[in-house]
Each structure stands twice: as structure tokens, then as C-alpha cells.
Nanobody
């Protein structure tokens, strides 16, 4: 069974850092792209970052230079290092697996990602 479990969220002050983890099971990172998404209060879910099967990474303009996506194939885990956090980063963060046999990130459309974690809260506030 495909499962994705996020961890590492919480409350952090502006300018601080958090590292989110997405523990995946039931599939291999060698065959599927995995993305991070977030949904802030009153806003639509948006793509944050994605890593494809070969390991190329992609970022939304709003997080470039601050966030870093990475993976550990031995642990089948994808990470999102978040630095220089601002209140605008406050949201529920989700990791998700690309549908079918797609190893490419493609667009940021959530509809193209078929398996999702439950989400984890990240709150940036002083």
C-alpha cells in the first residue's frame, strides 16, 4: 500500500528554519516524482517543490533560494529544508507522489499527483 507520512512541522519564529520529512512506502523513488505542496488559510493548494526520478529539483518562485528539496533513497524519504521562513510560509504542507508511471515533475497541478500524505502544519509567527 502506498503511504506518505510527513513529519518535522511545528511553530517557528520568522527567520527560522524547519526540515520536513516525507517517509514513503509502497513505491520506489527510482520510478516516481515526489512533490511538496502547501495550502494556506483561504488559499488554494500550491506546488512548492518537486524532485523527479533522476533527481532534478524544481521550486516555486516564492521559495527559491530559501527551500531545498532532497531525498535519501536508502530510507525512501524526501526532505524539504526550509530556511528564512516568513509568516507567508504558514500553511499545511503535503508531500505527494506523481500518478501512474510518471518519473517527471511536469506541471505543479495537484491533480497529477495521485497519492498524498495527511499534511503537517507549519506556523511561522513571533
Amino acid at each position: 500500500q502506498v503511504q506518505l507520512v510527513e513529519s518535522g512541522g511545528g511553530l517557528v519564529q520568522p527567520g527560522g528554519s524547519l526540515r520536513l520529512s516525507c517517509a514513503a512506502s509502497g513505491f520506489s523513488l527510482d520510478y516516481y516524482a515526489v512533490g511538496w505542496f502547501r495550502q494556506a488559510p483561504g488559499k488554494e493548494r500550491e506546488g512548492v517543490s518537486c524532485i523527479n526520478s533522476p533527481g532534478s529539483t524544481y521550486y516555486a518562485d516564492s521559495v527559491k533560494g530559501r527551500f531545498t528539496i532532497s531525498r535519501d533513497k536508502n530510507k525512501n524519504t524526501v526532505y524539504l529544508q526550509m530556511n528564512s521562513l516568513t509568516p507567508e510560509d504558514t500553511a499545511v504542507y503535503y508531500c505527494a507522489k506523481k500518478s501512474g508511471n510518471s518519473a517527471s515533475c511536469g506541471s505543479w497541478a495537484p491533480i497529477d499527483f495521485g497519492s498524498w500524505g495527511q499534511g503537517i502544519q507549519v506556523t511561522v509567527s513571533s
